[in-house]
């Protein structure tokens, strides 16, 4: 923070408040997510426990685009501190819930804080930064939200462990207070123009990612991915989609932008995939490397390291210097690396631990090629007033990708797991030792799974590197529009100071 003035200080602190709650938030949805019938045995025993997680994710998705088109309207922090409150407020109920079905209803009231939280997160950066100082805070953002969603499940183990699972709730809930008030007190009041919401518009938005979030959440446990009732969810999707698309055309506010230009399709298309792309492969890395070596969730965590180690290599330069070189060149090398890294751990992940972390770094390396670099350059062609409605709905694509992506990656494991699956039988004689007979039983079973696991990773791995050199090629197709957005600020705002001369 050397060599700033007082109000960039004061920025500063204000975007490391922000990225405190967007900590807190993404972590919100996994830190119970592991282990949470035994983590809430000192609640009366419900069949409703499977929902505690799916309803944090419906809101917290749902909602992405909301909370960042609601600050368009009436600026960033009137709606930060809703957003701020309805998390804290969720998070301290959830801590004192006496039952389970308790607990469904205030994450909900959680989620919901959640959504607006991360929606806002990446918005306010377009809101308070020009073009060519948004790379630092963009990063700043990316990295607390990838460090909630990768290291959420172990700190909720660790929590749980040697404490309480109450207290997860406490920390979370703590936490956010302290990054709304950094924010509250440090961060400059802007301007906002009171347009009119569409309100149709905004409900029919909200449960278009709220029905993609909860068939995501209910597929494979609730009803198999070839089902009528998944194709039910399908067919509604479809027609909200259809509906928003119609209802966002009429509007004179959308919620949801239509009628971009054809570069912002592209980079929506390419953080959707990416993400789903991304996140199934590290789905199958967290279950791989737990039945390969141990079950040690810390273990499993600490993996992730090397991957954000690799995505420093390429993101902290690539965040600064997409204004000048165009989002192409880093996207198009980032899907080549992960293609490479997707192959190189086809041979090399089962090999040891130092191979599995090796393919994970690669890995990280590509990724950290794509993601803020889409950000960034996608924040470039859009106008200030408008940056909630943009990057809300960028950022809730990318959420709606990940999503879909374990879904898909958890219906092949589902469905691989159970082909030709024969459950072991133990035959009681005078003479058996139960003991013996279950630790063999157990242990066959889990050959079992670790066979399974391994042949659905070596498909996965292939399909997906031929995805993400489809992904490359795509990419470079992107026009270099957000250099020449760029070069016609810098323009626009030289031939202001001319003027005023």
């Given amino acids: 923070m050397m060599g700033m003035n007082r109000q960039e200080l004061n920025r500063a602190i204000g975007m490391w408040g922000i990225a405190l709650c967007v900590f807190a938030a993404a972590a919100g949805w996994v830190f119970i997510r592991f282990g949470q019938a035994w983590s809430l045995t000192d609640l009366p025993i419900s069949t409703h426990i499977g929902y505690v997680v799916p309803i944090y994710v419906v809101l917290e998705v749902a909602l992405m685009p909301i909370g960042a088109k609601m ?3 009436h600026g960033f922090k009137p709606i930060f501190a809703i957003g701020a409150s309805v998390y804290i407020l969720g998070s301290m109920l959830s801590m004192i819930s006496p039952t389970v079905e ?4 205030f994450r909900f009231i959680q989620g919901a804080g959640a959504g607006i939280i991360i929606g806002l997160g990446f918005s306010v950066v377009g809101r308070f930064y020009d073009n060519e100082k948004r790379g ?3 990063e ?3 990295i607390a939200f990838a460090f909630g969603s990768l290291f959420g499940t172990a700190i909720g183990f660790f929590l749980t462990d040697n404490y309480d699972w109450r207290i997860g709730f406490l920390c979370f809930g703590i936490i956010t207070a302290v990054g709304f008030f ?6 400059e009041p802007e301007e906002h123009d009171d347009r009119k ?8 938005t909200a449960l278009l990612f709220g029905i993609v979030a909860l068939y995501t959440q209910s597929v494979n446990i609730e009803f198999p991915i070839f089902s009528w009732k998944s194709l039910l969810f399908i067919g509604t999707i479809a027609v909200l989609v259809v509906l928003v698309i119609v209802q966002s055309k009429r509007s004179e506010n959308p919620t949801i932008p239509v009628g971009i230009p054809m570069f912002e399709k592209k980079l929506m298309f390419l953080m959707f995939m990416f993400s789903l792309c991304g996140l199934g492969l590290i789905q199958y890395f967290f279950k791989l490397y737990l039945t390969y070596y141990e079950f040690d969730i810390y273990k499993a965590s600490s993996m992730f390291i090397f991957m954000l180690a690799g995505a420093a290599v390429t993101s902290l330069a690539g965040c600064r210097l997409v204004f000048k070189t165009g989002v192409r060149p880093w996207v198009v090398l980032g899907g080549i690396i992960v293609t490479i890294a997707l192959i190189l751990t086809h041979f090399i992940a089962d090999d040891g631990v130092p191979q ?3 393919s994970v770094f690669v890995f990280g390396i590509g990724l950290g090629c794509i993601v803020t670099e889409i950000l960034c350059s996608f924040q470039t062609v859009v106008r200030k007033e408008d940056m909630g409605s943009h990057t809300g709905a960028l950022m809730a694509i990318r959420m709606a990708g990940i999503l879909v992506g ?3 990656v958890g219906s092949y494991i589902e469905e691989n797991m159970h082909m030709d699956y024969q459950g072991n039988v133990i035959h009681l004689t005078p003479d058996t030792e139960i003991i013996s007979e279950i630790g063999a039983a157990v242990i066959n079973d889990l050959a079992y799974v670790v066979e399974k696991l391994n042949e659905s990773f070596v498909t996965v791995l292939l399909f997906m590197a031929v995805v993400t050199a489809f992904l490359a090629i795509v990419s470079y197709t992107v026009e270099k529009d957000d250099v020449k957005a760029l070069e016609g600020a810098s323009e626009e705002e030289d031939g202001e100071i001319t003027e005023e001369s």
Wanted: glycine share 0%; charged share 10%.
């Fill in 356 to 358: 599995f972390a090796a």
């Fill in 182 to 187: 950094m924010t509250w007190f440090f961060l």
């Fill in 140 to 142: 700043l953002m990316t």
């Fill in 71 to 73: 600050a368009d309207i």
């Fill in 406 to 408: 374990n879904a898909i």
């Fill in 136 to 138: 630092k805070p963009n």
């Fill in 102 to 105: 308790h607990m469904i209803v």
């Fill in 197 to 204: 919401p569409d309100v149709l518009n905004m409900v029919l």
